[in-house]
């Protein structure tokens, strides 16, 4: 079954620190996609970045960078010199390819980042 | 840039009401997909749908829940017979298809069972 891990519950920064949010996943198949979305207080989910199984090459879009380690089945998100408009709560899921699956995504439980000016 | 929409935005209900949730995807998509969010949980997946019927579903879609595609836009989302833990954010997704699309996300419907 698969099954993703956010440790981290809360976050707390203050703005121009750097934050990694720490995502671990667990599935059988070999190939899967990995996703960040970002949920801002007012409720919408925003999708970030996705990710398949056979590329490990990480990825910078302007303050933001992933971390895709599949030997230790991590998917981490870093942002840069945070901003206060950074605060939201922070998804990572992951969808596999096997079986009778049509997409469905398994989100992790989320990581809520506070930043602070 | 096209968008997924759903209406209302927020329904307040009585528990055993029927409440129906609309959804318009994005318009050259093809997989539709509804998920709910209890406040401060995580993201749960309830139905996917592809050519006009559903093609997997999980545990919380049971028989008190049904979806449609009514016309070529709309995706709907009933509850037969709400019960109180049904409250929660409903959130509608589309993608154009296969394994490797992403799936983008209406803003949500905050239902609320009394």
């Known amino acids: 079954a698969q099954k993703v891990t956010q440790a981290q519950t809360e976050i707390s920064v203050v703005e121009k620190e750097d934050v990694t949010l720490d995502c671990v996943y667990e599935?059988?198949?070999?190939?899967?996609?990995l996703f960040w979305y970002k949920q801002p207080p007012s409720g919408e989910l925003v999708f970030l970045i996705r990710?398949?199984?056979?590329?490990?090459q990480n990825e910078i879009s302007g303050r933001y960078s992933w971390n895709f380690q599949k030997s230790t089945s991590s998917f981490n998100f870093t942002i840069t010199a945070s901003q206060v408009v950074d605060s939201a709560v922070y998804f990572c899921a992951l969808r596999d390819a096997g079986g009778t699956s049509y997409g469905k995504l398994t989100f992790g439980q989320g990581t809520i980042l506070t930043v602070h000016p | 840039e096209p968008e997924v929409t759903q209406t209302p935005s927020h329904q307040v209900t009585q528990m055993g009401q029927e409440v129906i949730l609309r959804c318009v995807p994005i318009s050259n998509h093809l997989y539709f997909y509804w998920y709910r969010q209890i406040l401060g949980q995580k993201v749960e997946f309830l139905v996917s749908?592809?050519?006009?019927?559903?093609?997997?579903k999980s545990e919380i879609f049971d028989d008190q829940f049904s979806v449609e595609r009514p016309d070529g836009s709309n995706f709907t989302l009933k509850i037969r017979s709400t019960k109180l833990e049904d409250s929660a954010m409903y959130f509608c997704a589309s993608s154009t298809g296969g394994l490797w699309e992403t799936q983008y996300f209406g803003p949500g419907t905050r239902l609320l069972v009394l």
């Open positions: 990710r398949n199984s056979f590329d490990e």
């Open positions: 599935t059988r198949d070999t190939t899967y996609y």
């Open positions: 749908f592809y050519n006009n019927e559903i093609s997997e």
